[in-house]
């Protein structure tokens, strides 16, 4: 019956984002890095989605396999958002039809020694750490394959949506290796050890609606023509943090992310520091203000 709620409440929210999606959300215009050349790029979005940043994979050959150049890319761009107070919310999308991220690129895999395989993949679970640990909210947009570093790729994010159509798992059992980029770690914390240990023993694939489910996944979505609902369903997500006090949100998702890692005396104490953090913002002295007034509040990040 939680789950029958769960997709009820999440079609029902789908009708009402679904009703405005200004062009302006495409891929295309706007600032992209590499000059649109690239295997990953980045687009800030503007107009009333003004502070959502796109991290677009488009690694078309290899259907954005995790290679050299494009992990030295995403590492590039992603480390250049850590640096920027003015992004609220990232959403992580593949402008391949099909495809989030397949995964390892095997033939690169396949030419390196023993060693610059370890060190490689060492590289690759940094890169995920370092996406993991940007301040503002991270969205992962699944619409097709998240197979093996694809799916750790989107497990490093703070929440995903996912098409039905979706295919999810860490297959990497089925290849001689295990998960090697944060998945044994965040997978469980996502689903559940026991759930975790059966998807990873059996490299097992799931669909969106099971991932939901498993609780892999915070929304599922019918795919639709374009092939990009769970894109749009990101950015309906989106769209609902972005109202919120952005040192706030920032600041509450690193009093989750240090907390779920120690006792609850010490993650009471971090959750303590971070609150007193927002204490001297003109965001909280805006807060109150607008709910005295009685009108919407207007944040500034300061």
Sequence with gaps: MAALRTLLATRSRIRLCRLSHPASAGFGSGSAAHGGSGEVDVKRLDGGDAGVVEMAMCREK??????????????????????????????????????????????????????????????????????AALPMPTIAAVDGFALGGGLELALAC???????????????TTRGLLPGAGGSQRLPRAVGFAVAK????????????EALQLGLVNR?????QAGDAAYREALCLA????????????????AMNRGMEVDIASG??????????????????????????KRKPRYTGE
């Design 158 to 172: 703070d929440l995903r949506t996912a098409a039905h159509t979706a295919q999810m798992g860490l297959i990497e």
């Design 198 to 209: 059966e998807l990873i023993f059996t490299g097992r694939r799931v669909g969106g609606e």
């Design 62 to 131: 290899a259907r954005n396999a995790l290679g050299h150049v494009f992990v030295r890319q995403m590492r590039q761009l992603v480390s250049e958002l850590h640096r920027d107070s003015a992004v609220r919310v990232v959403v992580f999308r593949s402008l391949l039809p099909g495809v989030f991220c397949a995964g390892a690129d095997l033939k690169e895999r396949a030419r390196m020694s023993n060693s610059e395989a370890e060190h490689f993949v060492l590289g690759l679970r940094s890169l995920m750490n370092e996406i």
């Design 268 to 293: 009471m104490a971090i959750e303590g520091m971070c609150y007193a953090r927002v204490i001297p913002t003109r965001d909280r002295q805006e807060g109150m203000a607008a709910f005295i007034e």
């Design 220 to 224: 599922a979505v019918e795919q639709n």
């Design 239 to 254: 769209r609902e943090i972005l109202p919120q006090a952005p040192i706030a949100v920032r600041m509450a998702k690193e």
